[in-house]
């Protein structure tokens, strides 16, 4: 976790998380985690996202010869990713849970629980941003847990995370990284 501190970027986030406690075998047999039961919004925007990063080279493409076109093409997508993020976000009930404030990278997260998990233990995590309604599942190995005021801290590194997730969470700690850098030039 301290060679993940060096690598990556790290931003508080308020969040809804919720994690269960599973098998190697159970991460070893799927690269999502398929242990919440979530409708097919919950993942709308990363898999949104994961095509959004297959088709980049195609606008920029697009771009080189007929600018206009890629801009056209440009705005159709913010226009379906508003329609995505008002559909996921309509789908997640974020006034049943509260959320708490987590210690985010691209490389894992820390976040306050009342129990203590074993080190290398495997949790299925269940992500939901509420600033902007994106939600994530994935798995990660328990790589730290110390004891707090009111329970325990865990610190965890993702595993088997699809390339759209890390693009999804890059994206996210870079504007939490820009409206920091604006809120200190203020």
Known sequence: MDQ???????????????????SREEVADSSRPYQFNVSPYFLLQSQLAEIDSESQHLIYKIGESTPHLATYLQQLNKKLDLIASTIAGSDLNLEASQPQTINLSEGGLSFATHEPIPLESYLALKLVFPDNGLGLLLYAEVQRCSAIDEGYELGVSFMKM???CRTLLARLILEAQAKERQRHSE
Not at 8 to 18: A, C, E, H, N, S
């Open 162 to 164: 699809p390339e759209s």
């Open 4 to 22: 993940e501190r060096r690598q990556f970027y790290r931003i508080d986030q308020p969040v809804v998380i919720d994690f269960k406690v599973v």
